[in-house]
């Protein structure tokens, strides 16, 4: 067992392969029957699957990374800089842009009645303009300064330590605005479509 789930790949694969199994289970019997459907059921898996790796590794920031740096021994710090935090926000800003590209293709037919607020689509509005600014952030205002405070590019320690509390300051922006970020995503279709 534990020969086969060590690998991440063979993890991913079953993970991908028991989906395929509840998809069939569940719905097989619709399969074929309308495309349009099967294209929404599929965005929508991919979005809310690439939202919780971008959000639960924003959380994982938040809740651990942060908090804990201050109290890491000099020495130990490296591991984190150097192995941890960058394959993190690797898997970070990808994730944002699937959850984006994702969700615009969900929102197809009303992108415009939402984006402008028009009525019946505010709540989802709010929500897609939240995760759009949420993920501006992550693609050009941390992962840049983080790319400084994790010494990936070269800078002076002023620069370093400068990096370090931007990409901090707007990774807790994002904390902030991911609660009503999620209330937009299930405001439209779980409880009113304002
Ligand atoms: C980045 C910008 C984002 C855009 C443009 C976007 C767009 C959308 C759209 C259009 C829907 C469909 C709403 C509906 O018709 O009911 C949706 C649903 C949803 N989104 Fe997002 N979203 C974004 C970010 C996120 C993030 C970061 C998460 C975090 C997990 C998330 C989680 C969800 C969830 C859980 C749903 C509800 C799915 C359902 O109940 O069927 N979204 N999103």
Do not use: C
Not at 53 to 68: A, D, M
């Amino acid at each position: 067992m534990a020969a086969v789930l060590g690998k991440l790949s063979n993890a991913l694969l079953i993970g991908l392969a028991l989906l395929v199994l509840a998809i069939v289970g569940f719905h097989g019997g619709f399969i074929g029957s309308d495309a349009g459907a099967w294209t929404q059921g599929f965005l929508r898996v991919v979005h809310v699957w690439a939202g919780i790796l971008w959000i639960g590794l924003l959380y994982y920031f938040n809740f651990v990374q942060i908090p804990t740096m201050p109290a890491v021994p000099a020495e130990l710090k490296p591991g984190v800089t150097k192995y941890i935090a960058p394959k993190a926000l690797l898997y970070f800003r990808h994730g944002s842009l699937l959850t984006l590209i994702a969700g615009l293709g969900l929102a197809g037919g009303y992108l415009v009645e939402a984006l402008t607020f028009a009525e019946g689509y505010r709540v989802i509005g709010m929500g897609m303009w939240l995760g759009i600014i949420m993920a501006f952030n992550v693609w050009f205002l941390i992962w840049p300064n983080q790319k400084i405070a994790l010494g990936i590019v070269e800078a002076d320690a002023d620069a370093k330590a400068k990096a370090a509390k931007t990409a901090m300051i707007f990774s807790r922006t994002n904390f902030v605005l991911s609660f009503p970020m999620l209330y937009g995503m299930i405001g439209h279709g779980h409880i009113s479509p304002v």
